[in-house]
């Protein structure tokens, strides 16, 4: 069985800094893109950004230049470190992961942007 566990997420102040993981364990024997998500209070899912095996990165045009992606396959682990937090990037972030043949989801951890 695989799990994702995520941890980071916290209340910040507009212009703060988090950094959010995201870490896989279980019966793994292939980790490929890794992705963050998030979801908004009445709004649908929204891909944030993704790595490749090649370490490969791409972001929504909203994050870009103020998120990174990044990876540690030594420690099954991706992370997203955010930076000039806006109360826009209100949200639960999600990981998602494809890992075997599938595709798996963390539990959700809560960012709040807010004065």
């Known amino acids: 069985q695989v799990q994702l566990v995520e941890s980071g997420g916290d209340l910040v102040q507009p212009g703060g800094s988090l950094r959010l993981s995201c870490a896989a364990s279980?019966?793994?024997?292939?980790?490929?893109?890794m992705n963050w998500y998030r979801q908004a209070p009445g709004k649908e899912r929204e891909l944030v950004a993704t790595i490749s095996t090649g370490e490969i990165t791409n972001y929504v045009d909203s994050v870009k230049g103020r998120f990174t992606i990044s990876r540690d396959n030594a420690k099954n682990t991706v992370y997203l470190q955010m930076n000039s937090l806006k109360p826009e990037d209100t949200a639960v972030y999600y990981c998602?992961?494809?890992?075997?043949?599938?595709?798996?989801w963390g539990q959700g951890t809560q960012v709040t942007v807010s004065a």
């Open positions: 998602s992961v494809r890992i075997n043949r599938g595709r798996y």
């Open positions: 279980g019966i793994i024997f292939s980790i490929n893109d």
